[in-house]
Nanobody, 121 residues
Framework: QVQLVESGGGLVQPGGSLRLSCAAS????????MGWYRQAPGKQRELVAA???????NYADSVKGRFTISRDNAKNTVYLQMNSLKPEDTAVYYC???????????????WGRGTLVTVSS
């Protein structure tokens, strides 16, 4: 069974920084893309940033220049460094693994349970 476990959320003041981590565990052969999504109260879940196993990245316009996604393929772990945080970044952040391959499955999509990020003074 494949699981994604996020960590690093919390309360931070505007202008502050946080680093989120997400580790995938289980009988994983490979993961094509890993990413972070977020969902604020009353809003739809949206892509924040994603990275492929080759290192290609994609960011939401609202976080470009402030957030950086990185990945350790050997550890099946993805990180999100969030700087210059704003109150509008407040949301539950979810980790996603897309086109995950195991010994049995070839195109799994897996979600973490989410970690809350609150930006407030």
């Amino acid at each position: 069974q494949v699981q994604l476990v996020e960590s690093g959320g919390g309360l931070v003041q505007p202008g502050g920084s946080l680093r989120l981590s997400c580790a995938a565990s289980g009988s994983i052969v490979s993961i094509y893309a890993m990413g972070w999504y977020r969902q604020a109260p009353g809003k739809q879940r949206e892509l924040v940033a994603a990275i492929t196993n080759g290192g290609s990245t994609n960011y939401a316009d609202s976080v470009k220049g402030r957030f950086t996604i990185s990945r350790d393929n050997a550890k099946n772990t993805v990180y999100l460094q969030m700087n210059s945080l704003k109150p509008e970044d407040t949301a539950v952040y979810y980790c996603n693994a897309d086109r995950l391959r195991t010994m049995v499955h070839t195109h799994l999509e897996v979600w973490g349970r989410g970690t809350l990020v609150t930006v407030s003074s």
